[in-house]
Nanobody
Framework: QVQLVESGGGLVQAGGSLRLSCAAS????????MGWYRQAPGNQRELVAS???????NYAGSVKGRFTISRDNAKNTVYLQMNSLKPEDTAVYYC???????????????WGKGTLVTVSS
């Protein structure tokens, strides 16, 4: 099995910063794209940022210039540095990874359980 475990959420004032981490573990052969999604109450889950195994990144327009995604391939870990946080960034943040498990010839989509980020005004 493959597991994704997020950490780093919490409560922060507007203008503050937080760093989220997500570590993948288990029977992993290769990880392709890793990403962060978020879901606020009453809203659909949306992509925040993603990063390929080669380091190419993609950001939602609402976070561009404030958030930075990075990864450590040796540790199977992806990070999300969030600066200049706004109340509208409040959401549950989910880690996602496209993983080829060691027991499969195909890629599967895995999700973490989520970590809550609350930004107070």
């Amino acid at each position: 099995q493959v597991q994704l475990v997020e950490s780093g959420g919490g409560l922060v004032q507007a203008g503050g910063s937080l760093r989220l981490s997500c570590a993948a573990s288990g029977n992993i052969y290769r990880i392709n794209t890793m990403g962060w999604y978020r879901q606020a109450p009453g809203n659909q889950r949306e992509l925040v940022a993603s990063i390929t195994s080669g380091g190419s990144t993609n950001y939602a327009g609402s976070v561009k210039g404030r958030f930075t995604i990075s990864r450590d391939n040796a540790k199977n870990t992806v990070y999300l540095q969030m600066n200049s946080l706004k109340p509208e960034d409040t959401a549950v943040y989910y880690c996602n990874a496209e993983v080829r498990p060691s027991w499969a010839q195909y890629v599967l989509d895995y999700w973490g359980k989520g970590t809550l980020v609350t930004v107070s005004s």
